[in-house]
């Protein structure tokens, strides 16, 4: 069911007693008595290399697709997220721009600057980072984005569009779930998902996005959450379990049947100094040895987080100036 995307190298980095993609089959799957990884990395890197391909049509009609990052806090993370997206931007030929706001300076600065950078016509996404320090109103500011550069897709005009299914922007990580459930060959019309989590930013959005009518849609879709009665039952009768919770591990094996494909967005820093490591919402081990297809963390979920702000970059560039890109 599930066609894979990764490499060989991809594959032992990874850690599984896999062969070559070109061998892949359910019967090595059987042999090996793992789970497919579905490989976000590789994944990514195809979603790079459309956009480049995409900057290329856009700059031979006369347009250099912009992102702007505006940055308002000290938490040297966002300043980390900040400085990969700026990288991601200028490997596929997007030109970045990052404006950053003294933490103590007024709320009116930040709504000044996103005004400026609305009305800027070299910009096609605003990506506010959060979180935002903590003296501004964070939803207001992200009202304040020009909802036709909202390629984060957190205004309330976008997610009114997802929800009411006519999407504009879609939020970069249910965005990057769906694309990876696709590439893996995943039939989402009609499956039983399970979404561990209702954020704002994952949980609500990705069930909306699966519940869009069309390829890529027609999800039988549940959302639990933390009030959520008898959580296994759910995920056991699931055809695919994305789970977005950030408790490290979760689900684990017990709670999980053969046959399901598990996304875990989950990204927990777990133990102190060097034995710190990034762990997912999954109990990882146990369960690729009883489900059908899972992601890694990290290397999963992550890197399609950020391939898809640079999607949505694109697309905002070309729907702003007309041109219609050779993409999907
Ligand atoms: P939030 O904290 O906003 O939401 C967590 C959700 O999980 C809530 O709906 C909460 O329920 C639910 N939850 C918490 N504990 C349980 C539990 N024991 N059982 C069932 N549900 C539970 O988190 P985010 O959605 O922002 O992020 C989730 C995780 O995904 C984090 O680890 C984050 O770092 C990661 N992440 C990864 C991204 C990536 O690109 N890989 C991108 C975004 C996030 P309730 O609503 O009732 O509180």
């Known amino acids: 069911m599930h066609a894979l995307s990764s490499t060989y190298a991809r594959i032992r980095e990874l850690k599984c007693e896999w062969v070559p993609v070109s061998d892949m089959s359910d019967a090595i799957r059987k042999r090996s008595g793992r789970a497919d990884v579905i490989d ?33 806090s000290d938490d040297p993370a966002s300043e980390t997220y900040v400085r990969m997206k700026q ?39 605003i990506l506010i980072q959060r979180p935002l320090t903590e003296s501004v109103d964070e939803p207001a500011a992200l009202r304040r984005v020009d909802p036709e550069k909202d ?21 970069c990580t249910p965005l990057g779930i769906q694309r990876l459930l696709l590439e893996a060959d ?9 979404i561990v989590g209702r954020s704002e930013l994952v949980g609500k959005p990705l069930a909306n996005l699966l519940l869009l009518r069309g390829k890529g849609g027609d999800a039988t879709v549940t959302v639990c959450h933390s009030k959520t009665d008898d ?6 009768r699931a055809d695919v379990v994305v789970v977005a919770a950030g408790v490290p591990e ?9 046959g399901t494909v598990v996304i875990d967005v989950g990204i ?5 100094g060097d034995d710190r490591e990034l762990i997912g919402d999954v109990a990882y081990e146990a369960a690729a040895e009883t489900v059908d297809a899972i ?26 100036a007309d041109i219609e890109l050779d993409f999907d």
């Not at 979603?47 to 702007?68: I, W």
């Not at 596929?92 to 709504?111: M, N």
């Not at 959580?231 to 056991?236: F, P, R, T, Y």
């Not at 979760?250 to 053969?258: G, H, I, K």
């Open 295 to 320: 992601t890694p963390v990290p290397g999963g979920v992550g890197p399609m987080t950020r391939a898809m702000l640079l999607r949505n970059t694109v697309v905002s560039a070309a729907r702003k």
């Open 151 to 171: 390629v984060d897709g957190f205004h309330p005009e976008n997610v009114g569009r997802l929800v009411t299914g006519d999407p504009r922007f879609v939020p």
């Open 87 to 125: 990288r991601d931007c200028a490997e596929v030929g997007i030109e970045s721009r990052h404006v950053e706001i003294d933490t103590d300076a007024p709320q009116a600065e930040l709504f000044d600057r996103i005004d400026e950078l609305n009305a800027e016509d070299a910009i096609d996404g």
């Open 231 to 236: 959580l296994a039952s759910h995920i056991g």
């Open 40 to 72: 976000g990395e590789a994944v990514a890197e195809q979603v790079r290399a459309e956009v480049a391909d995409a900057v290329e049509q856009l700059e031979a009609a006369g347009v250099t697709p912009g992102l702007a990052t505006v940055l308002m």
């Open 268 to 272: 927990n820093a777990v133990g102190e």
């Open 186 to 194: 995943v039939e989402i019309p009609g499956s039983d998902v399970v």
């Open 250 to 258: 979760l689900v684990t094996d017990e709670m999980l049947t053969p």
